[in-house]
């Protein structure tokens, strides 16, 4: 059973474009929602994370935007950098001894 | 300070092999997890440590078993190694056991299984 549904697999975005990644999830007790980057040999970096009881969060030119009553949560990259090419995870989970459910992940490229 | 660390990088074994694989974690952190990553996948939860005890397990086998030592360091161990072993391993410390406090990653290790 997946939990959390991220989409697109992948996406190609021109330099200086927004990308944005969708997630979905079932659980309604998730109330934690991170957003992984990974790049190709590293380990997944924390690069943004949002609590239920805020509709979005702003880091710079990540975003993450909240949809409770939809069960949805999306990360918009605004002004797209070759640099941000990697692959992005979401994930959730919950208060009490619970692990992180990622998504399946989307490769991001971002092209000149 | 030091991030979390994890050995070997690269390792290859044959089908029925024992494998251990290593991790220190961050300065500070008391708990540990251990996420199985294949190949165009998101990371699996196989189980977490908390102050040397096992807090939580994923659905995978008991082949998988892990220890969690004194200084918070910890070690996967795999037995009787099988092809779909053959992943990527991610160990995550953090400071508190539960949810909403910061997991930081280690680069993993590459497991083949051959």
């Known amino acids: 059973q997946q939990q959390v549904k991220q989409s697109p697999q992948s996406l190609i975005v021109q330099k200086g474009g927004i990308s944005i990644i969708n997630c979905a999830y079932e659980?309604?007790?998730?109330?934690?929602f991170p957003w992984y980057q990974q790049f190709p040999g590293k380990g997944p970096a924390l690069l943004i994370a949002?609590?239920?009881?805020?509709s979005e969060k702003k880091e710079g030119r990540f975003t993450i935007s909240f949809n409770k009553s939809a069960k949805q949560f999306s990360l918009h990259i605004m002004d797209s950098q070759p640099g941000d090419s990697a692959t992005y995870f979401c994930?959730?989970?919950?208060?009490?001894?619970?692990?992180?459910?990622f998504g399946k992940g989307t490769r991001l490229s971002v092209i000149a | 300070e030091t991030g979390v660390t994890q050995s070997p990088t690269h390792l290859i074994k044959t089908r029925g092999q024992q494998v251990t694989l290593r991790c220190s974690s961050q300065?500070?952190?008391?708990?540990v997890s251990w996420y199985q990553q294949a190949l165009g996948q998101g990371p699996q939860f196989i189980f977490q440590?908390?102050?040397?005890?096992?807090?939580g397990r994923g659905n995978f086998p008991p082949r998988f078993s892990g220890l969690q030592f004194p200084n918070y360091s910890s070690e996967l161990n795999v037995n009787a190694l099988e092809l779909d072993d053959s992943a990527l391993y991610l160990c995550?410390?953090?400071?508190?056991?539960?949810?909403?406090?910061?997991?930081?990653f280690g680069p993993g290790t590459r497991l083949t299984v051959l």
């Open positions: 300065s500070g952190h008391n708990t």
């Open positions: 949002i609590r239920p009881d805020v």
């Open positions: 994930a959730a989970d919950y208060s009490g001894n619970t692990p992180l459910v």
């Open positions: 440590y908390y102050r040397e005890e096992e807090n």
């Open positions: 995550a410390s953090s400071i508190n056991q539960g949810a909403g406090h910061e997991q930081f």
């Open positions: 659980n309604t007790a998730f109330d934690y």
